[in-house]
């Protein structure tokens, strides 16, 4: 079991201690693929952790964009915190339906936004599941409360930042998605989308710094995974997927090691895919 940190990850036995803390807000962020056919809303209806919230990833997003589920302006990132009673001096817990998954993606747009306190719960909601702790499947009761934010431009990368990175070689491009659609083998679930990799990007697939269960592995493990895939951990990195949720995993992962200097390509592989200017590798 990896070691609790409210900043990072926390296990299923920290959240049920400090389930009724009055300063503990819960996020269910439960997101799936279109060809899942699971619906994350009716799920949560039906059941979770007792006072959770539901995260909308694809509404509270910047739906001016093109792209899916890109970082909303941090006026919308407000205003809906506020309407769903998180607020300053909270503890954020995120979980998500799958395990670890899209969670992350909540996890680092609190970052981004300039919220430290915010972690994910190892393991999800199939892993409390799985133990018997408390369900229900009433909505919490909501209170605005007051949020501030300061957006952290640094933690986010934009299609001409990852692309200069690529070309001048002086970042680690790490890519989650599954190792055939990072070498063009396996075809792209979103239509129109060309197959292959960022040029010079890593492929470190977001289920190999899983446990079976679900869970993140521990420290060593993690390093283990990104060893493989010879990833140099004292360069800066950037994470990219298919449009930015499993990407935060490996950002997750890179904070669990202490590594501060990391980046998440928003718009990935839906916007790099899209444009037949931007180069791709295969293989």
């Known amino acids: 079991m990896a070691e609790d940190d409210p900043k990072t990850l ?19 962020a439960s997101w799936y693929m279109p060809g899942a056919a699971r619906d994350a809303k009716s799920e949560y209806d039906a059941a979770h952790i007792p006072g959770a919230r539901f995260f909308d990833i694809d509404e509270i997003a910047d739906l001016r964009s093109g792209l899916p589920h890109m970082a909303p302006p941090a006026e919308k990132f407000v205003s809906r915190m506020r309407a769903m009673g998180v607020g300053d001096g909270h503890q954020v817990v995120v979980y998500d339906g799958a395990g670890i998954y899209s969670a992350a993606r909540v996890w680092w747009l609190f970052r981004l936004m ?12 199939p892993k409390w599941q799985a133990e018997g702790r408390p369900v229900e499947d009433m909505a919490p009761i909501l209170r605005d409360r007051h949020i501030t934010v300061s957006r952290q431009a640094h933690l986010v990368r934009d299609v001409t930042q990852v692309a200069a990175a690529s070309k001048l070689g002086d970042h680690e491009i790490l ?5 055939g659609r990072f070498a063009g083998t396996e075809p792209e679930p979103r239509p129109g989308l060309r197959s292959g990799h960022i040029p010079g990007s890593k492929n470190v697939h977001y289920a190999t ?23 140099d951990l004292a360069r800066p990195a950037i994470t990219t997927c298919g449009s930015g949720v499993t990407a935060a995993i490996l950002n997750l992962a890179l904070a669990r090691l202490g590594k501060h200097d990391h980046a998440l390509y928003d718009g990935s592989w839906a916007e790099w895919g899209m444009y037949n200017d931007l180069k791709v590798a295969k293989g």
């Open 175 to 179: 890519d989650a998605r599954s190792p």
């Open 209 to 231: 710094l899983l446990n079976a269960d679900g869970t993140m592995k521990d420290a060593g493990g993690l390093r283990a995974a990104f060893a493989a895939a010879e990833v």
């Open 114 to 125: 300039g919220k430290s306190d915010v972690a994910v719960l190892d393991g999800g909601f």
């Open 10 to 28: 926390v296990s299923t036995d920290w959240l049920e201690r400090h389930l009724k803390d009055p300063d503990l807000r819960l996020l269910d």
